[in-house]
C-alpha cells in the first residue's frame, strides 16, 4: 500500500512535508513516484513526479517552491512545499508506477493554506 502523511493547515508562507511510502512486495520495483492534487471543484492535477534516476518534473504553478525527493532504499517520496499560498489547498495524492505497467495511488494528505 501507499500511505501518504504529513498535510495539514498552515498560514501562507508557510511550508509542509508530505511523505508517502510503499510497502509489500508489491512494490519490490518502482520506476517513478509522483505527487498529485485536487483542490474542490477541480481535476487532479500533476504536481511532482521523480524516477528512480532521480530525474525530477515539475508543474510550473509548484516551481521553485516545491521540491521532490526521493529514498529508494525506503520506498518513500517525500515533498517539501515552501512559500504555500492559498491556491496550493488541495487533497494530495501520491502514486507509484510499478514495473512500467502498475499505476498505484495512496490515500491522500489534505493540505490547506490560510491566507
Known amino acids: 500500500q501507499l500511505q501518504a502523511s504529513g498535510g495539514g493547515l498552515v498560514q501562507a508562507g508557510g511550508s509542509l512535508r508530505l511523505s508517502c511510502a510503499a510497502s509489500?512486495?508489491?512494490?519490490?520495483?518502482?520506476?517513478?513516484m509522483g505527487w498529485y492534487r485536487q483542490a474542490p471543484g477541480k481535476q487532479r492535477e500533476l504536481v511532482a513526479s521523480i524516477t528512480s534516476g532521480t530525474n525530477t518534473n515539475y508543474a510550473d504553478s509548484v516551481k521553485g517552491r516545491f521540491t521532490i525527493s526521493r529514498d529508494n532504499a525506503k520506498n518513500t517520496v517525500y515533498l517539501q512545499m515552501n512559500s504555500l499560498k492559498p491556491e496550493d489547498t488541495a487533497v494530495y495524492y501520491c502514486?507509484?508506477?510499478?514495473?512500467?505497467?502498475?499505476?498505484?495511488w495512496g490515500q491522500g494528505t489534505e493540505v490547506t493554506v490560510s491566507s
Open positions: 509489500g512486495s508489491t512494490f519490490s520495483d518502482i520506476n517513478s
Open positions: 502514486n507509484a508506477l510499478v514495473k512500467l505497467t502498475f499505476l498505484y
